[in-house]
């Protein structure tokens, strides 16, 4: 399966803290994307990082790509309870995305 | 960025009988995909509609099962037809957002569909 990997499946932290998360994948990819998703609703787009990038910034948020290791980070620093919600990672061969299996993060304040 | 309206929200059907699930876009989009959300589990592609073309199926998804409709640039259905419990899932409509200059896609907010 072309599917991602992405670890930890699960992820409980303090607020304040940072949580990272990571994603693999197996083929060669355009872009990758990371997704949020609240309960089961629609995915809200998060941060697009292309394939000739190595690192990219958005408020809290900080992606890393390695397409060397197939792989991908999403760092949030200083975590709020807002922030509890399914992160997926999506990457881009061809004209379709393949989404990856996600992490749940949990922010207890 | 494009805005999508997609409706029911969520639905309890009995098993044998069809759900259509609507998403309209603000903006024109040239493909729209379609995915399901098992219980727990990520997204999985059913198929990308075309305006003016038959919709592409990914392997798995059939159109007897899943009929697609693509009438023009901003609306698209997609119908789950001769349900049963395994199609309980969370059906999410999608766009490449013709409105972010970084790129990315625009979801709907999803359609829960609970079959008995």
């Known amino acids: 399966s072309q599917q991602g990997e992405e670890d930890p499946q699960a992820l409980s932290i303090q607020e304040g803290e940072n949580a990272t998360m990571n994603c693999s994948y197996k083929t060669s990819i355009n872009n990758l994307q990371w997704y949020r998703q609240n309960s089961g609703r629609g995915l809200v787009h998060l941060i697009l990082?292309?394939?000739?990038?190595r690192e990219k910034h958005s408020g809290r948020l900080r992606v890393t790509l390695d397409t060397s290791k197939k792989s991908s980070s999403l760092l949030i620093t200083a975590s709020r309870a807002a922030d509890t919600a399914s992160y997926f990672c999506a990457t881009s061969g061809t004209y379709k995305y393949i989404f990856g299996t996600g992490t749940r993060l949990k922010v207890l304040a | 960025s494009a805005v999508i309206s997609q409706k029911p929200s969520r639905d309890i059907c009995q098993r044998g009988t069809s759900l259509t699930i609507q998403c309209q876009v603000d903006?024109?989009?040239?493909?729209m995909f379609w995915y399901r959300q098992q219980p727990g589990q990520s997204l999985t592609l059913i198929a990308t509609?075309?305006?003016?073309?038959?919709?592409?199926?990914e392997s798995g998804f059939v159109i007897d099962k899943f009929p697609i409709s693509r009438p023009n640039l901003t609306f698209s259905t997609l119908t789950v037809s001769n349900m049963s419990p395994e199609d309980s899932s969370i059906y999410l409509c999608s766009v490449e957002d013709p409105d972010r200059p970084s790129g990315g896609y625009t979801f709907g907010s999803g359609t829960r569909l609970t079959v008995v």
């Open positions: 509609a075309n305006q003016g073309s038959e919709a592409t199926y």
């Open positions: 903006s024109q989009v040239t493909m």
């Open positions: 990082i292309r394939s000739n990038e």
